[in-house]
DNA sequence: GCCAACGTTGGC
DNA sequence: GCCAACGTTGGC
């Protein structure tokens, strides 16, 4: 497999690096993207590493590190007529929607904010800084993340 | 809360 | 298969 490396967004108020420090552990559901779906389910392996990042916060920006923590399989929420997710087109024989677990692994001492990401150099290409990219789900070049982690205090 | 940039849906 | 309308994401 060519990537190992992750980043996942999430929105604070909903689920935060806290939230997963203290679980330990979480389904990483919702997921209700075809390409972040697909990034899921076809490429991670157990294990990756993943940059934990807070989304629509105050800041915005990386938390903190998780790793995948399970093979990909059917998304629960999608099958929940009561949870927000739920998504009719999705069968139980023929799910739509696929889930990893995620792991904790370490909230950084200084967060990462998306402001600092933006001044650090050598970051060319980074999905993350892609003007209008979205994606919630979407690889880590090796180099972009050593770039990132190396040589800070986190 | 605004709105630009995307993704999806559905009429034709 | 085109594309307008609509819904969502996410920075600001």
Do not use: C
Not at 49 to 78: L, R
Not at 122 to 145: D, I, N
């Amino acid at each position: 497999m060519p990537t190992k490396f992750w980043l996942m967004k999430s929105e604070p108020d909903v689920y935060s690096i806290d939230d997963l420090a203290r679980d330990g552990k979480t389904m990483w559901d919702g997921v209700r993207n075809y390409q972040a779906r697909n990034f899921m389910r076809d490429q991670m392996q157990v294990g990756d590493s993943v940059f934990f990042y807070h989304s629509n916060a105050e800041p915005s920006g990386i938390a903190g590190i998780a790793k995948v923590a399970s093979k990909a399989y059917a998304d629960p929420t999608a099958f929940d007529k009561k949870d927000v997710h739920f998504d009719p087109k999705s069968k139980k024989e023929e799910p739509t929607w696929f889930l990893v677990d995620v792991a904790f692994v370490k909230k950084f001492k200084n967060f990462l904010s998306l402001d600092d990401i933006k001044k650090t150099e050598g970051l060319e290409g980074m999905l993350l800084l892609q003007k209008g990219s979205r994606l919630s789900v979407q690889p880590v070049a090796e180099r972009h993340w050593k770039v990132l982690t190396q040589g800070r205090r986190l």
